[in-house]
Structures are given as C-alpha cells and as structure tokens.
C-alpha cells in the first residue's frame, strides 16, 4: 500500500482513477478486483491501515509522555503529539478530514472511517476531561477536538501563527479555568 | 451560477467533469470557454462570488449585533454567526475549505481563494483581540480560527456536542481569561 500512500500525498484520494491507482500500484485490474473488489474498497482499506498506525503512533506518544492515572498530562500530550506530526516535513493534511469533505455523505463507507476517527479523539478528550472532575466535559471535549482538528486545518491553510502550538496552549489554558 | 451552488451541495467540486458541469448549467462548451477560458477559472470565479456573499452576510451579523467600537461584541458575534450557519438546514461544509483540502495544493488559483478566506478571518479576530489589549493576540487569533474552522469540520463530522455553541463559550472563556 505504500505507491497508495505516495499517490495521496500529491493527489485527491477519491478523484485518483481506477487507472492511475493500478499504473502506480504496478498491478493489473483483476487483480485488484480480486483482493479488494473495487476502488472504493481499496480507499477503505487504506483509511483503515491509515487509522491503525494514526493511533498506533498517537498512543504510544501520550503513554510516553503520561503515566497511568495522569488524565491533564495525557491531554497535553494529545497536543504535543499534534506539535510534532504538524512540524513534519511530510506533514500532508489528515487522511480522513480530506476524505470526508471531499464525499459530502456520510453514508459513504470512507466517510464512516473519518467519523469513527474524529470521534474516537473525541472519546479520548472526553474520558480525561472527566476523569479531572470538569463539569462540561462534553462541551469543553468538542472544543478540544475543534482545535485539534482545526489546527490541521490551521496548518494547511498558513494562516494564523504556529497552529499546533497555539492550540496546545489554549487547551493548558481552558483546563486551567476548568478545574 | 445558481446551477454550480446546487451541484457543489452534492458533488466534489474540483471532481466534478467539465461535461457535468456544462449538462448541468445548460451551456455548451464553447460558450463556457468564451466566458471563463477554462474550468478552473470558472472554479474560481464562483470562489470569488461565495467569498464575496458569505463575508456580506458575515458582516452584517457583526454589524447588527455589535456597535463601533465594541470589539468583545464584535468577537462573540463571528461565533452567533456560525451557530446560525451551522444550524442551517442547507449547511453543506464551507466550500473554501472543501476545495482546498481537495486540491492539497498551494498554487492552485482556488487554493489562494481559501487562504484569502482564513486570512481574513484571522485579521478579523486579531485587530479585535489586539484592540482589547490582550498581548498574545498574535496566538489567541489563531486558537479563534481553530475553533471557528474547526466547528465547521466537527459540525461535518457529527462529532462532540452542538459544535459552534461550544466554540462560541470556549472562546468567550478564553477572553474572559486574557483580559
């Protein structure tokens, strides 16, 4: 899957033809057609690889950065996390925000993945925001995901100063007014 | 260009074949190209007219909620305003930042239109914060931009809880603390 990973780097994941996806993969149509039964199929499948190592690198940093039972250290490194993969040089926008706002429907099955993303971060804020006692948790939780992911979006655009570290910094200040 | 807004409600965009797009507008090709020489520019174009109607109505709001020289006002109502854009039963995503993220490209003619939209959103945020007398107005202005493009994107995903209410009442309390 990695000539898939390089094709969306430069490219509009679903607006790739089937060609061009089979010209970079190196392989013939049926045999695509066997393993994944369709193009839309192989956008899945990628989104989920894309979503295992997301989280997979994600949590590993916060359990670097935390201990357990630790929930304003872990939030922070929510953040720092985002520092880091937003400072990359091959920081190219999220896979599952650019999917879903290219769909517009969330009946799509790629558009499932990026909901099920967005909302497993949410889960995340939300779990820690109540583990330290915040009354609004689910409001002050949607705000976190807002930054979050409008720091990517922040990022993308160039507007604005340092986008993951003005988020970071927000977020230290709401938890401070929250607790 | 009313045929364009409704198509970009169901489709891709920059996705969306020349020959659609003429189907859709009841014009032949030759014609377009008279007008606009290309599709591209007929993309941007139809950015350029978007830009110009949803600043419009962006600061009418302000200027009806808010008196001269009322900055805080002025601040909580670019988030009335999205809470009213977002509960809009047509709310379809901002099409600057669906465009953009859809092209992942700097140099794009359309790409320029996005940045110039949360350009202007960030100078708005930042003269009001600065004329508030709060010293970091520099990063604060980017944490109002997260959380007002970061609303849009959560309100897409259907993600977290009323996500511009949130946005509005975190960003109140984040003046709160700054001031």
Same mark, same amino acid.
């Given at each position: 899957m990695q000539t898939l990973d390089t094709l969306s780097q430069t490219q509009n994941v679903l607006g790739v033809g089937i060609n061009a996806l089979l010209k970079e993969a190196g392989v013939a149509k049926a045999s695509l057609y066997d393993h994944f039964g369709s193009k839309e199929a192989l956008i899945v499948a990628w989104l989920d690889q894309q979503q295992i190592r997301w989280f997979g690198y994600f949590d590993a940093h916060v359990a670097a950065k935390a201990g357990l039972g630790e929930?304003?250290? =872990?939030?922070? &490194?929510?953040? #720092?996390?985002? =520092?880091a993969w937003l400072a990359r040089d091959d920081f190219a926008g999220c896979?599952?925000?650019?999917?879903?706002? +290219?769909?517009? #429907?969330?009946? @799509?099955?790629a558009g499932l993945r990026a *909901? +099920?993303? #967005?909302? *497993?971060?949410y889960a995340f804020f939300r779990s820690?925001? @109540? &583990?330290?006692?915040?009354?609004? #948790?689910r409001e002050l939780a949607t705000s976190y995901l807002e930054l979050f992911l409008g720091a990517i979006v922040v990022q993308q655009l160039g507007s604005g100063t340092r986008a993951a570290r003005s988020a970071r910094r927000t977020a230290r200040a709401l938890l401070e007014g929250a607790v």
């Open positions: 929930p304003a250290r =872990e939030l922070d &490194a929510a953040f #720092s996390f985002l =520092e896979p599952f925000l650019t999917t879903y706002l +290219q769909l517009r #429907s969330a009946d @799509h099955p *909901r +099920q993303y #967005s909302d *497993r971060l820690r925001l @109540h &583990a330290l006692g915040v009354s609004n #948790s």
